[in-house]
């Protein structure tokens, strides 16, 4: 049977959350419900959209008159030099069990790109990733992922040695065997104890006193597109991070709950940080969501991040920044924050000159976990 790729339209709307509904069913039914109560939001509500166009920005697989599968588009106005284009995140794609295997993925992908002519992501699946690379997505230099921990975790911990030797099957069997039949989990739990005790003790040390006042908001005012225009420019490549992206992207998203603070000193604010605890079903960590200060005002940065340790305290096992800026990774780095793993952004644009100049930039790219769909409800198995 023949497979149409076409954009979908809001006509198709309730068609359309019935096809999420079946497609991720498999996914459990906390991730489901999430799913269908992030589309409209996503999809349609978004600032950049054009509301009076019926097509929605999903392109959509059909065969016969069932959707099969779909890969979803996010519009931002990203800021290149001194330039604003329209780009869009790709996310969201996924076919039906029935119809995989069967290149309706790639076909759908491609959809994306004849409609989108610039496409922009941080996070995929690997399979996603892999056709991505194959219908001719450039990379971007990475985004490091960082972590601080604040107590030990005898299941993450070993989750984490898993996943990191599972391509060398003699070293994860010796840690299962490790782990399993010499507790070695309590050796490493009792180290790692020690050791952040130590580093707690040396934090507890007096600090320099610091002017910064931060509040805790509702929404964002006009005083953060001043920040925005006095500080954008510092950033060479760099999503719009104006008052009506921001109220969008984490006031008005209501499938996670989203904390927002600023700082202001001498009444001009000077920064922001938007922070998450995960929710039932995650792996409790804290997500240092989104970061954003001029890149020369480390007092800014510090304060901002020493907020977000007290508002974590040892609710959490660890907390997760990322973030593509080296000023701001320095001082991760001085909290204590390691890096663990890094993202690798990708991107596909018609314009071949943009193109060009995007890779010329590709190391000056401000990405954080607010970008893209990065943070989302991410179940712990």
């Excluded at 076919?95 to 610039?118: E, H, N, S, T, Y």
């Excluded at 969008?248 to 904390?259: A, F, I, M, P």
Aim: proline share 3%.
């Amino acid at each position: 049977m023949e497979t149409i790729i076409r954009l979908a339209s809001l006509d198709e709307k309730s068609a359309h959350l019935k096809f999420i509904e079946t497609a991720y069913a498999e996914e459990g039914n906390v991730l489901q419900q999430k799913m269908l109560k992030r589309w409209t939001w996503q999809y349609c509500d978004n600032p950049c959209i054009d509301q009076e166009k019926n097509d929605l920005n999903v392109v959509i697989a059909i065969r016969g008159d069932q959707i099969v599968g779909q890969a979803c588009l996010t519009p931002v106005k990203l800021k290149i030099e001194d330039q604003f284009y329209t780009a869009f995140w790709g996310g969201d794609t996924i076919v039906l069990p029935v119809c995989r295997g069967q290149g309706v993925a790639k076909k759908i992908m491609q959809g994306q790109i004849d409609q989108a002519k610039f496409m922009i992501g941080i996070r995929a699946h690997p399979i996603t990733f892999k056709i991505a690379r194959k219908l001719g997505y450039k990379t971007l230099d990475p985004v490091p992922i960082y972590r601080r921990v604040v107590r030990f975790d005898n299941y993450i911990f070993f989750h984490h040695l898993m996943r990191a030797t599972k391509n060398k099957p003699v070293i994860n069997r010796l840690v299962k065997t490790l782990w399993d039949g010499f507790r070695f989990d309590k050796l490493i739990g009792t180290v790692t104890s020690v050791i952040l005790g130590a580093r707690n003790l040396i934090e507890r040390q007096p600090k320099k006193v610091s002017r910064t006042d931060i509040q805790e908001i509702q929404h964002f005012d006009d005083k953060i597109d001043q920040l925005w225009l006095s500080t954008n420019h510092q950033y060479n490549v760099i999503v719009k991070r104006d008052k009506e992206f921001l109220n969008w992207r984490y006031s008005r998203q209501t499938t996670l709950n989203y904390r927002k603070f600023i700082a202001t000193r001498d009444g001009e604010i000077k920064g922001y940080i938007v922070l998450r605890k995960q929710e039932p079903g995650e792996r409790n960590f804290g997500i240092i969501v989104d970061l954003y200060a001029s890149r020369y005002d480390q007092q800014t940065i510090e304060d901002l991040l020493r907020h977000a340790l007290c508002f974590f305290a040892k609710d959490v096992v660890a907390i997760v920044c990322a973030i593509s800026i080296k000023e701001f990774q320095s001082a991760l780095s001085n909290f204590g924050f390691m890096k663990m793993e890094s993202a690798f952004p990708i991107f596909c644009c018609e314009n071949l000159s943009l193109a060009d100049k995007l890779i010329a930039l590709k190391d000056k790219c401000f990405f954080t976990k607010g970008d893209h769909d990065w943070d989302s409800y991410a179940p712990f198995p």
